[in-house]
DNA sequence: CTAGCTGCAAAGAGTTTGCAACTGT
DNA sequence: ACAGTTGCAAACTCTTTGCAGCTAG
């Protein structure tokens, strides 16, 4: 049977592939949103109901860690997480539907290395989150 | 005796001041940092050690929806209070000791109005942190 | 006077952990 | 074989809440 990426990438980092990290993998390699925990459990139960919260708690932690999936909080606080091999973004979120759209601008990258630059410090992070409403047709011709 | 300048902003904002407010008021009044509840609650027992931990929970919510703090969660997930009547700025937090640099660019805040808008979006709250290391002697030459 | 606030302790959400059984390598 | 992983339930952390008594206006 064909790897998922995932499985690929934790195959390469020498990580002990148990059953249970083999779904969880697979299940995160199709997802192209960012779901939180309980999602993903969902996800999983779909796949194999016998894998335990504590389980994906444990794998996604150690995924993060390894670099394989990125966590973040959008506003809520809640963990949302997302495939890291994904190209570097940014995410706008609609306040209304809580829909995420991912958005790259290489001038905000620039900008920002050098704010941190002028503060003295070099960049080594950032998080960057829009949070907006659709804009309606009159606000769209206004502008 | 003088009112502090949350307390002014609680009175003009009808709440009704209950000693616990006025010394919670008080103590965000004085604070220029970023302090979490935990911070907070050590901050008041030093005035007033009988104030539970609860009401500064209701507190500093309330204060929060009336827009007299704002609320931050750096990384960490943990609540972060700052005094909302300071001007608009953002964080750069040094992976080293945790400490917090406030900034503002006016590019950045442009850059993202502009990108929100070409993402059919109006830009309704954003939220960026920085994070960084000092700068070496090295680094800052060779720059 | 009384609507709203407080302190306490208990409950809740989300997450972590101790332990005995199990499993990949 | 055995170090590392799992499932379960209990523990933990941070935060909210129910309730009886208290207090600002």
Redesign the interface.
């Known amino acids: 049977m064909r790897l998922s990426h995932l499985e690929k990438t934790c195959q390469e980092k020498g990580l002990r592939m148990t059953t249970q990290r083999r779904v969880i993998a697979r299940v995160l390699s199709v997802s192209e949103d960012h779901p939180n925990i309980e999602e993903v459990y969902k996800r999983i139960q779909q796949v194999d109901p016998k894998i335990s919260l504590a389980t994906i708690y444990r794998t996604l932690r150690l995924f993060q860690e390894e670099h394989i999936l990125k966590r973040h909080?959008f506003?809520d606080?809640i963990a949302r997480y997302e495939n890291a091999s994904v190209e570097h973004h940014h995410h706008?979120i609609?306040?209304g539907t809580g829909q995420i759209?991912e958005?790259y601008?290489d001038?905000?990258e620039t900008?920002?290395q050098e704010?941190?630059?002028s503060?003295?410090?070099?960049?080594?992070?950032?998080?960057?989150?829009?949070?907006?409403?659709?804009?309606t047709k009159d606000?769209k011709k206004k502008?």
């Open positions: 909080e506003g606080g706008l609609d306040k759209i958005f601008d001038r905000i900008l920002q704010i941190a630059k503060l003295g410090y070099e960049l080594v992070g950032h998080r960057l989150e829009l949070y907006g409403v659709p804009l606000k502008s």
